[in-house]
């Protein structure tokens, strides 16, 4: 069973600090790992997304750091904002398929 | 609107009667999506549709649900003799293609059994 488990549960950040997300996955044969920011009511949209063969992507205050080695990457929110507060899923996608595997999501709470 | 739809928004059924979800992706996307969202927990996969291939029904979590693609458009997803723990928010998304072409959600169907 292809498995993606992220961490922390729930995230309870100041603005202006660093949010951390965690995740790891148990199968090699994965070739796309994006990040997706669901608010309350909303169906998920995708935030940013990293291929295996690049350690490190960022986008303005958002950076994917990928570990290959370790089967691990996570997401950082530089200077987070209330604005921030969401539900934040990694996922992967296997190599042969197109379906994405999400993990659990971690609920992010920016405290103003 | 260009995004993905989905309805109905809500859902209230009895428990035992049958209930269809509707997906309209985003016109000329090839690739659609069904997933799941419990209370509190994470996406789960249920059915993928690309193009004309078979799809990959292996997330369905049993065999009172099912779903089809007509003209590779709309999709309908079906829940049979729905029990209370089909309660969930039901995630449709399409993309053009595969990943990593982006794949956009609709803002999904909450479905209530009672």
């Known amino acids: 069973q292809q498995q993606v488990k992220q961490s922390p549960q729930s995230l309870i950040v100041q603005k202006g600090g660093i949010s951390i997300i965690n995740c790891a996955y148990e199968?090699?044969?994965?070739?796309?790992f994006p990040w997706y920011q669901q608010f309350p009511g909303k169906g998920p949209a995708l935030l940013i997304a990293i291929r295996p063969d690049v350690s490190e992507k960022k986008e303005g205050r958002f950076t994917i750091s990928f570990n290959k080695s370790a089967k691990q990457f996570s997401l950082h929110i530089m200077d987070s904002q209330p604005g921030d507060s969401a539900t934040y899923f990694c996922?992967?996608?296997?190599?042969?398929?197109?379906?994405?595997?999400f993990g659990q999501g971690t609920e992010l709470s920016v405290k103003p | 609107g260009a995004g993905v739809s989905q309805s109905p928004s809500n859902k209230v059924t009895e428990k035992g009667k049958d209930v269809e979800l509707r997906c309209d992706p985003i016109?000329?996307?090839?690739?659609l999506y069904w997933y799941r969202q419990s209370l509190g927990q994470g996406l789960e996969f249920l059915i993928y549709?690309?193009?004309?291939?078979?799809?990959?029904k292996s997330g369905l979590p049993s065999d009172r649900f099912s779903a089809e693609r007509t003209g590779g458009s709309v999709s309908t997803l079906t829940i049979q003799r729905t029990q209370q723990e089909d309660s969930a928010v039901y995630l449709c998304a399409s993309s053009l293609g595969q990943a990593p072409k982006e794949a956009f959600f609709g803002q999904g169907t909450r479905l209530t059994v009672v």
């Open positions: 199968n090699t044969a994965f070739d796309y």
């Open positions: 016109s000329g996307h090839t690739a």
């Open positions: 549709f690309q193009g004309n291939s078979a799809p990959d």
């Open positions: 996922a992967a996608r296997p190599n042969q398929g197109g379906k994405l595997i």
